[in-house]
């Protein structure tokens, strides 16, 4: 499909001719005369890339109803579809009189009457932004070029396997394709991801604009490897950072690496369903001065947004007061990497200020799995980018898988050329589902105010919900969530994201359709039929009113980690200090990491979730490893215990 033109201009006749000209040339225009007109385009079609407009337009055709001119009516375009190229094509001679701050892709004056130029830069601008995938193009060139491989991998372009009479079917059902583009470093015309010079780095480039960061780099070991890259990078051996406690578990891991001290952040807790939401702003600020004022030397706070429940922060007000007290921001979008192409999502973190972005472009958009970004924004990022690149290469193979490469770069010209059309589908798409399944008596979408705390709903945190993640409560149906998946999964071959005590989440990617999201009702309805009396029943499985605390950390993670440590019954553990991590799935919230206290209530909520048959990953058969009394009183006597840092 070719992507389209919006010509602005207030004069109809200019228009028309302008039009006429540019339709001429091959562009593929539509006309707008108004900025009203001018906004309903760019919201109701994703094909618009490109803006040429006059200096100023009325607001609509009513006299005297105003005009908005210059720069504020550029940002405008910009809050709604900030991908698109803008240009002017104006009867103003001279530039300095149309300053818009950088705003700007070009400057045409209609006097000139040159249209070929018009043509030859708006073609150039999206070809050069959006409408490629260098590195994707370069690896087909490559496999087409159908070389005799004398170097790794050892398939040698499939044809280790191709006639085997055993494992034929392996190539057959991958393809050629997969095999020939599943080549080796030893290839120079397609860099090195570990190095890049080439065709990697203008693909990361492109990646760089499209997300509006800096410096863009492409991982291919998901975004629990990025997440550990940036923290060995930005945290040495004392430093001490703030994080979520609902944070991923690759966090964790990378505060054990780092050798830092930890700062842990209680999320608040939806104790109805067993949720874990965001920060509350007011815990946040309050941790950060109180870390300061002990003087302790904190690097960095790295939050994730959105959570895997679709709840997102007040990411910009959150970045803005880190960056007063001189704290650098991570923000974990593993869920949220489509936040960039749709102004109901907006901002996204790049957009909101903060200094690093890790993405799992496998999650939300069209990569293969473990196709991961890290976004950069950081203004001083030089200063520490050797080191940034020694920790890249210490969690990178250096045998990287080149087919993962490509669809990073495919993904990021997907979004680049169709992800606010396919973003606006998704969320109409996601609109009906909630709505269907709302119709059912037994099951029912929960909204914002079903998901946050109390703590949550005064509106100072300006928590918000990301439309596209639909949580599903089941309590009515008399089943359990884990039921209701296998009856899912198991009657009518659907596969969903996650289930708690009594939700089920689903995704709306951009994969969605309407046959989809019919089947899924209907599997919903014809459950909801076998359900009988059950509703008039306790729930089986259903968590009441859970309510947890977090205890002390007493040493550091990376001090505790290396402890030999004693598996002890989990009953036994209270009282003494872990030196794993304990994670239940669901919700997915580490309730032991390496330092920390188990208590009483700990060892409760464990065992609770044990008995609801939850995922306890770091119990094994019912045991707990913790510090031995000697490794406690060694790490006392070398002064690593680390006093009055409780979870905030």
Known sequence: ???????????????????????????????????????????????????????????????????????????????????????LLTDEKYAPNVTTGGLLNGYFYKGDRDWDDVVRKVRNEVTNSKNRAPFFEKLVEYANKAKDSWHTPGHASGFSIKSSPWVKDYYDFFGPNLFRSDVSVSVPMLDSLLHPTGIIKEAEELAARAFSARYTFFSTNGTSTSNKI????????????????????????????????????????NNVYGIFGPVPKKRIFEAMDGALAARKPVKALILTNCTYDG?????????????????????????????????????????????????????????????????VNDPDFEKIQDFFWENFNMHTSTSPQYPMIASLDAARKQMAMEGYGLLARTLELARSLREAINSLEKFRVLDLDDL????????????????????IDVTKSGLSSR??????????????EKSTFNTLTVLITIGATY???????????????????????????????FRLSLSPIRFKPRYAFYCDGEPVPLRAGAGRVSTGMVTPYPPGIPLLVPGQVITEEIVAALQMYRDHHVEIHGLNEGLVKVMTVEEEASLVRRGFEIKDNRTG
Request: glycine share 6%.
């Open 483 to 496: 039921e209701v998946e296998r009856l899912l999964l198991g009657k009518h071959n659907i596969q969903i």
């Open 1 to 87: 499909m070719k992507y389209k033109i919006l010509l602005l201009d207030p004069n109809p006749v200019s228009l028309d001719i302008s039009s006429r000209e540019l339709g001429q040339r091959g562009l593929n225009i539509v006309g707008a005369t108004t900025f009203d007109e001018a906004c309903s385009h760019l919201r109701e079609d994703g094909a618009i890339h490109v803006v040429l407009t006059e200096w100023e337009l009325p607001f609509n055709t009513e006299a005297g109803s105003g005009r908005l001119e210059g720069s504020e009516m550029i940002r405008a375009f910009l809050k709604l579809r900030y991908e698109v190229n803008i240009f």
């Open 452 to 471: 946050i705390s109390d703590e949550l709903r005064n509106g100072i945190d300006k928590v918000r919900l990301d439309p596209t993640k639909l949580t």
């Open 230 to 269: 940036l923290l060995q990078t930005l945290l040495k051996p004392g430093d001490a950072i703030l994080l979520d406690r609902n944070c991923h578990k690759s966090v964790h891991h990378g505060v054990v690496l780092a050798g830092a001290e930890p700062i842990y952040l209680m999320p608040s807790v």
């Open 515 to 545: 046959s989809k999201l019919n089947r899924l009702y209907l599997a919903l309805a014809n459950i909801e039929s076998l359900c009988g009396n059950l509703a008039d029943q306790p729930a089986n499985g259903v968590l009441k009113d």
């Open 311 to 375: 709840l997102t922060y007040d990411i910009a007000h959150i970045v803005q007061e880190a960056h007063q007290r001189g704290i650098k921001v991570i923000v974990d979008e593993a869920w949220y990497g489509y936040a960039r192409f749709h102004p109901e999502f907006y901002p996204c973190a790049m957009e909101a200020g903060a200094d690093y972005a890790t993405q799992s472009t496998h999650k939300t958009m069209s990569a293969f799995s473990q196709a991961s970004m890290i976004h």
